[in-house]
């Protein structure tokens, strides 16, 4: 019997040897876990994809020896992959199958950077940036959705498959496997952002298309109860079915699709491992001196670029900050990193620009012989360079304007061995329903925010090292294999499984 303690990598691959039985396991997303291109001397490259949601999913795969279908985006590609477009990876120690799928440019800039990006991000992150729909976005979603669709099919051949979609790009997809003769596929799929409520969600002219799609998973999942709870109004309000929110479950047309909250975690052990690393200090002495640091306390923010993530509402706090708090001046360096993300579209691009912009005024009004208060370092950064930097700073600040659950605040607990450091986290986050230790702010007030930048540099150490320890335990508890253990379990119906429902990570 799985009871309450905590998730491995080696529970996980029991619990998936054990249940699965001869049923193969195919994850589908949009992102590929690793790239194939060319490099700028023309030498082939494989690049493993950064981030949540390739972090969560490669040890199930390994786990299972499972097929993952993806876009192939690299330009080496179709270069490295074999007649039926598939290769095994990862390419150090090759576990399990990577299928790709080609797109045109015509369907990646309608169903990815169009419908998906422009349309559905800013409808489900409420954060005043009005959607985009388009008929031809809508149509290339669609289309692409129905490829996807074909892959699995192929790909779970004629025997029982299990198969566990991910995001916003592929509301169609379970429902049209299904319709293309996968009824003997049991499917799952998470959804990595919020769910907003219904006024919200009617705003798309393809709501009720999108909810009946993702009613055709046998399970789906979200961060929070409260996203569960807007999806249950969203049913509700948009057609006939019955939503019967006790049991966590909706049923539609005879079917069946239970619905249920699993906060996302990470690999708490392995990032704990790397960052005491003496890689980790070698990159702590390089940042050391690169920042000039000397006594200086070091405040740090790490994200994607993205309108969502709150930059330049952190910025116009640190410039109140540095007004309000002029004991301060030359005391403090702020470190902002953001991966380029998005690029191609008009808001991601003015979003980068006012970030600029903000930066510039910001180290021109205060900066002076000797003191830059922020650098900003706009590219991807490798991990041990984002762990030295976690363990270097007094604080580490997330203030995102709405997050599904933001990954990057649980890294940087997870590297805190020491326990010090102060986390700073946006109320609007489904990481702070557990990290509730932490310097909660409200992300719309600059005031807040300014005030919990002073409270982290000024907060003593016993205090650090309580809230510190606090949270570490939450996330070495609630790690990335609980999250995927306790959602294969209930595609399973392993019933003596503690379910997330009551899981202290999932509250509202
Ligand atoms: O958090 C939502 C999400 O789509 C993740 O699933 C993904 O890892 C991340 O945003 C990055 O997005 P993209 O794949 O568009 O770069």
């Known amino acids: 019997m799985i009871t309450s303690r905590t998730w491995t990598k080696e529970s996980l691959a029991e619990l998936i040897e054990r249940r699965l039985g001869g049923a193969k396991l195919i994850v589908v997303s949009n ?34 020896q499972g097929t993952w279908i993806a876009h192939g985006a690299g330009n080496a590609d179709r270069d490295t992959v074999d007649e039926h477009d598939r290769i095994a990876v990862p390419p150090a120690n090759p576990c399990y199958t990577l299928r790709r ?62 198969v566990f979609i991910q995001d916003y790009h592929f509301c169609l997809l379970s429902r049209m496997i299904k319709e293309m003769g996968g009824t003997n596929l049991t499917v799952a799929q998470f959804w990595h952002i919020p769910w907003p409520n219904h006024e919200v969600f009617r705003t798309c002219p393809w709501s009720q298309e999108l909810v009946d799609g993702l009613l055709g998973n046998d399970l789906l999942g979200f961060h929070t109860r409260n996203h569960c709870q807007n999806f249950f109004e969203t049913v509700d309000r948009s057609f006939e079915a019955m939503v019967d929110r006790e049991g966590w479950r909706v049923s539609r047309g005879g079917h069946i699709t239970s619905v249920r909250p699993f906060p996302i975690s990470i690999d708490f052990m392995a990032n704990e491992t790397l960052a005491s690393s003496a890689e980790v200090d070698a990159a702590m002495g390089k940042w050391r001196k690169r920042l000039r640091l000397g006594d200086r306390l070091l405040g740090v923010g790490i994200e994607r670029l993205d309108y969502t993530k709150g930059i330049p509402d952190r910025l116009r706090a640190l410039d109140y900050f540095i007004e309000r708090h002029p004991e301060w001046h030359g005391k403090f360096t702020f470190v902002q990193i953001a991966a380029p993300s998005r690029t191609h ?32 370092l706009k590219q991807q950064h490798g991990t041990v360079d984002m762990m030295a930097l976690h363990r270097l700073c007094r604080f580490f600040i997330v203030n995102s304007l709405h997050d599904g ?36 702010i409200h992300p719309f007030s600059i005031h807040e925010t300014m005030a919990a930048i002073h409270q982290a ?50 509250l509202d």
């Open 31 to 64: 992102r590929e876990p690793h790239l194939h291109r060319y490099g700028e001397g023309g030498d082939l490259e494989c690049v493993s994809t950064t981030g949540g949601l390739a972090t969560a999913l490669r040890p199930i795969l390994a786990a299972s």
């Open 101 to 162: 799928v080609w797109l045109t440019p015509d369907q990646e800039e309608g169903y990815y950077y169009g419908f998906a990006n422009e349309g559905l991000w800013p409808l489900c992150h409420i954060v005043f940036r009005r959607p985009v729909f388009r008929i031809a976005n809508w149509n290339a979603y669609q289309e692409v959705n129905r490829i996807f669709a074909q892959a699995v099919i192929e790909e779970a051949g004629s025997g029982p498959a299990v």
């Open 345 to 376: 579209l008009p808001e991601y691009q003015a979003v980068d620009d006012e970030i600029e912009a903000l930066i510039e005024q910001l180290n021109w009004r205060w900066g002076r012989e000797g003191w830059q208060p922020v650098l900003f």
């Open 405 to 440: 659950m933001n990954l990057v605040a649980k890294e940087f607990v997870a590297s805190r061995t020491d326990d010090d450091g102060v986390l700073i986290l946006s109320k609007f986050t489904g990481a702070s329903r557990e990290l509730d230790a932490a310097l909660a």
């Open 457 to 506: 540099l000024v907060m003593d150490a016993e205090e650090r090292a309580r809230c510190m320890k606090s949270m570490r335990e939450k996330v070495a508890r609630n790690n990335v294999y609980r999250w995927a253990g306790s959602i294969l379990s209930q595609l399973m119906n392993v019933d003596a499984v503690e379910t997330a429902v009551n899981d202290d990570a999932a």
